[in-house]
């Protein structure tokens, strides 16, 4: 919502062909002007220590200064912060170096299944229909493969496993979230591919998922909305927009973004149809037993 407000605000200060200018021109200055911690790898590295630093330093002023606490194990949340600090760096620069990379390059190379590229030699590889079916399923795998491996969501589904007794298996919520993304991602290429609207494609999901969630109990709802959240994790987000901006490019989209705007309302619809699901299977099992 912030982000649509400024760009309300922005189309009435600046025209699209300025953005592009503007953008065109500053990518040139920076090609020419980077400095060292501009590039790989200190970029990363200075990344990771201000995306985790500025935070420890807050929540430091805020427990010593502000409530007049201590910490118990010193020593040990000390080395923890340490470790948090180093893994977010190696982290930032394995994803620039490993899954940025063969995300970009996948997604350049992927409309080579159904159209000649000149990256690729031999392309296209398959009939049209067959190269389009091969991309989406691509797609759908890979958002599948990337949501199971997040461990927001593998937290997710034991938090909920043990709030609800049980009734909400992490099993269940893991692999409904999973599909949903992968369906998400799926829409996502198909728009890149066929340039869709996404605006017409997001509308009528949201209809659903907003009908859905007054049809739903409370805590199918919370569940659900909440795990919108987890498909923007630190492996799914990289691999995602990399390989977006890439088959962008490769297909002359307008633009490559948009993926992840599916994957997040897609889990979400996704969710709710699992909780009602569940509801009408309770329901028939009352019904049945009295």
Same mark, same amino acid.
């Given at each position: +919502?912030? =982000? +649509?407000?400024?760009s309300v605000f922005v189309s009435f200060?600046? #025209? !699209?062909?300025?953005?592009?200018?503007a953008s065109q021109t500053a990518s040139s200055a920076a090609q020419v002007e980077l400095t060292a911690w501009d590039k790989t790898p200190l970029v990363e590295i200075l990344l990771g220590v201000r995306a985790i630093l500025p935070l420890v330093l807050f929540l430091m002023f805020v427990l010593f200064i502000i409530l007049k606490a201590t910490l118990p194990n010193r020593m040990v949340t000390f080395y923890g912060l340490t470790?948090?600090?180093?893994?977010?760096?190696?982290?930032?620069?394995? +994803?620039? *170096?490993?899954?940025?990379?063969?995300?970009?390059?996948?997604?350049?190379?992927? @409309?080579?299944?159904?159209? @000649?590229?000149?990256?690729?030699? /031999? #392309? !296209? /590889? *398959? @009939?049209?229909?067959i190269g389009f079916v091969i991309c989406v399923g691509f797609a759908f795998l890979l958002g599948f493969g990337s949501t199971l491996a997040e461990p927001a969501l593998n937290a997710l589904g034991l938090t909920v496993q043990e709030l609800t007794n049980g009734a909400f298996k992490k099993s269940m919520l893991m692999y409904s979230v999973a599909i949903g993304v992968a369906v998400g991602i799926a829409l996502g290429v198909a728009k890149l591919i066929f340039h869709l609207d996404l605006m017409m494609m997001l509308l009528p999901l949201y209809a659903i998922g907003i009908t859905m969630t007054v049809l739903s109990t409370e805590e199918f709802v919370n569940v659900a909305w909440d795990s919108a959240g987890v498909t923007t994790g630190p492996v799914t987000v990289p691999l995602v927009l990399a390989m977006g901006l890439g088959l962008g490019n490769a297909v #002359?989209?307008?633009?490559g973004f948009g993926i992840l705007?599916?994957?997040?309302?897609? @889990?979400? =619809?996704? =969710?709710?149809?699992?909780?009602? =699901?569940?509801?009408?299977?309770?329901?028939?099992?009352s019904t049945n037993e009295s």
């Open positions: +919502l912030a =982000v +649509l407000i400024l200060q600046i #025209s !699209p062909e300025q953005i592009i200018a470790l948090s600090i180093v893994g977010m760096c190696i982290f930032n620069v394995g +994803l620039t *170096y490993g899954l940025g990379a063969i995300g970009t390059q996948t997604g350049e190379a992927l @409309p080579a299944a159904f159209m @000649p590229l000149d990256i690729v030699e /031999h #392309s !296209p /590889h *398959y @009939p049209e229909l #002359s989209a307008v633009e705007s599916l994957a997040s309302i897609c @889990p979400i =619809v996704a =969710v709710l149809t699992m909780g009602l =699901v569940i509801q009408f299977t309770q329901g028939s099992k």
